[in-house]
């Protein structure tokens, strides 16, 4: 309560267990593209109230991530997730403005440092994002740092409304 979410809600198709972290890491580092329309798939049924007034917007890489990994898996589930709800996708509305190191064994006050002034809205999609409706994807939630990076920059250029859409979501009370 001291410090409530930025976002205006989440929607994951499943909770992070040895499973779901097979999925994700096959699509984000197997090369398993094809895994993003099972997995995307599984988000868009959670997001029944995503329709045309919507904008998907997938969490951004550096581009030299998307270089020498060749695709953004947060895009791939993004694709899924417009065309199957009928929603407009805006690949390029986010951009990781530095290059940060992978986040994974960090905690929350580490990620937050990284993070700091690395992801922006393009100038040119301001006026796409002003007063929008937006679902924020990625494949996996784990802190919330990510997210609230991309959130603060979506809501600090105007967006109405900004709900996380995730495949996987890690809960510590599961673990």
Known sequence: ??????????????????????????????????????????????MSDVDADWLVVPVPLHRWRLWRRGYNQATELARVLARQRGARLGVAVLERRKATPSLGGLGRAARQRVLSGAIAVSRRHRPLVKGARI?????????????DACVAALKRAGAREV????????LDEAL
């Open 1 to 46: 309560m001291a410090e409530p979410p930025r976002h205006d809600g989440i929607a994951a198709a499943t909770l992070y267990n040895d499973a779901s972290r097979r999925l994700v890491l096959a699509l984000k580092h197997g090369n398993r593209i094809a895994l993003s329309q099972m997995m995307g798939g599984l988000i868009a049924g959670r």
């Open 135 to 147: 679902v924020l994807v990625d494949d996996v939630l784990t802190s919330g740092s990510t997210s």
């Open 163 to 170: 709900v996380i859409g995730c495949f996987a979501r890690v």
